[in-house]
């Protein structure tokens, strides 16, 4: 099993660019989160699913979408890039019920 | 939604010494892990603790889930466990998983 996947691993926009942050797992989790974490914070939660075509916001889903049409993927998509997205971003994912959460690697996005 | 406090928020230790990390959350909990975040940046799980004792080499773990808490023990600290620790609940009304600010360890040699 290779876990929760992430890509990319780092990546730099400008400002109004827009890309997609891929989520892949292979565990056949039902629960899926999306985080950001600031420089010295702790991790704000911006989207989470409980299952394929399921999909609600999180703390700080302003600028950001998210779709669930499989199990195993749960992309993030920032539509028009804004300096105060500069942040690393964490995929985790769960079985339902009283399960461990597992993380993937995380993304370092940069919009300059 | 729920509240998720930890304490204290830096902690500086000697190589050698023993701590001890506190969580507190508001509301009733499904779920509830610790997690490392080591200097690279990657978040390592070091329990799934709702309710009860655990324990693993140094470190240990005890939340009391009608006191709405737990804590994190660690015992003989070595370099290697600096970094930030972090606790995530989930309440019992929701699928959300909620992160604290976390604990940021300093052990120095």
């Known amino acids: 099993n290779a876990g929760v996947t992430q890509t990319p691993k780092f990546r730099i926009l400008k400002i109004g660019q827009s890309m997609t942050l891929q989520c892949t797992q292979d565990?056949?989790?039902?629960?899926m989160y999306w985080y950001r974490q600031d420089p010295g914070m702790g991790l704000k939660l911006i989207y989470y699913s409980v299952g394929a075509g399921i999909t609600d916001k999180g703390e700080v889903p302003n600028g950001y979408n998210v779709s669930r049409s499989t199990t195993e993927d749960f992309p993030l998509r920032l539509e028009l890039a804004a300096p105060s997205q500069t942040s690393v971003y964490f995929c985790?994912?769960?079985?339902?019920?009283?399960?461990?959460?597992?993380f993937g690697q995380g993304t370092r996005l940069t919009v300059v | 939604g729920i509240q998720v406090e930890q304490s204290p928020p830096d902690l500086i230790l000697q190589e050698g010494a023993n701590s001890t990390l506190r969580c507190n959350f508001s509301?009733?909990?499904?779920?509830l892990q610790w997690f490392h975040q080591n200097p690279w940046g990657q978040l390592i799980n070091l329990f799934y603790i709702p309710s009860g004792t655990k324990q693993n080499g140094r470190l240990s773990a005890t939340t009391v889930a009608t006191e709405r808490y737990s804590l994190l023990y660690i015992s003989s600290s070595q370099t290697t466990d600096s970094g930030v620790y972090f606790c995530?609940?989930?309440?019992?009304?929701?699928?959300?998983?909620?992160f604290g600010e976390g604990t940021q360890l300093t052990v120095n040699p």
């Open positions: 985790a994912s769960r079985l339902w019920g009283f399960a461990e959460a597992f």
């Open positions: 995530a609940v989930e309440e019992t009304s929701g699928s959300r998983l909620t």
């Open positions: 509301d009733s909990v499904n779920n």
């Open positions: 565990m056949n989790h039902n629960y």
